[in-house]
């Protein structure tokens, strides 16, 4: 009797298997935040960026909404203009310094996408929001970190 296949069955196209990564911004983001408020003074802020070890965070107004965000970027306008006018670094308010018109990412968005829009507008972190509040912040380390875990995977 002859061998017809050294083969043997053959798997249903159907029964590929899937790849099921991880690959969403909810996945990889940082939901522990240090969050700031509008009222607070930029000393505040610039002390609390030394203890946690952050270089920025959300900006929240009372209710919780999302309404800016400060880096150390915007302590550095501080400590120039406080040298400029040759005064002490001021208790002025974050609302002064941070950054008002805040781009922001769906949780939902896969990693490439988000990383697509780290390289578009060159920020170093994105607060990721769903349905209108804030649930996250993710960065470009969360997103190189994510690219890491996924290399490991069979892409195939």
């Keep these: 009797m002859a061998?017809?296949?050294?083969?043997?069955?053959r798997a249903k196209e159907?029964?590929?298997?899937?790849?099921?990564?991880?690959?969403?911004?909810?996945?990889y983001m940082t939901t522990k935040l240090v969050t700031f408020h509008p009222e607070q003074s930029i000393l505040e802020v610039m002390?609390?960026?030394?203890?946690?070890?952050?270089?920025g965070g959300p900006v929240l107004d009372d209710s919780g909404?999302?309404?800016?965000?400060?880096?150390?970027?915007?302590?550095?306008?501080?400590?120039?203009?406080?040298?400029?006018?040759?005064?002490?670094i001021l208790d002025?308010?974050?609302?002064r310094f941070m950054t008002k018109e805040v781009e922001t990412i769906p949780h939902d968005m896969?990693?490439?996408?988000?990383a697509g829009v780290f390289h578009r507008n060159n920020r170093r972190?994105?607060?990721?929001?769903?349905?209108g509040l804030l649930v996250g912040q993710i960065s470009r380390k969360d997103?190189?970190?994510?690219?890491?875990?996924?290399?490991?995977q069979n892409w195939k």
């Design 65 to 88: 909404f999302l309404v800016g965000i400060v880096s150390e970027a915007d302590c550095m306008k501080q400590i120039s203009e406080s040298r400029y006018f040759n005064q002490p």
């Design 3 to 9: 061998i017809k296949s050294f083969q043997g069955r």
């Design 92 to 95: 002025k308010s974050v609302e």
């Design 125 to 131: 972190r994105l607060p990721v929001m769903k349905d």
């Design 143 to 152: 997103i190189v970190v994510a690219a890491l875990k996924l290399s490991s």
């Design 47 to 55: 002390e609390a960026f030394a203890k946690h070890r952050i270089s």
């Design 110 to 114: 896969s990693i490439f996408d988000a």
């Design 14 to 27: 159907s029964a590929k298997k899937e790849f099921d990564a991880p690959i969403l911004v909810t996945d």
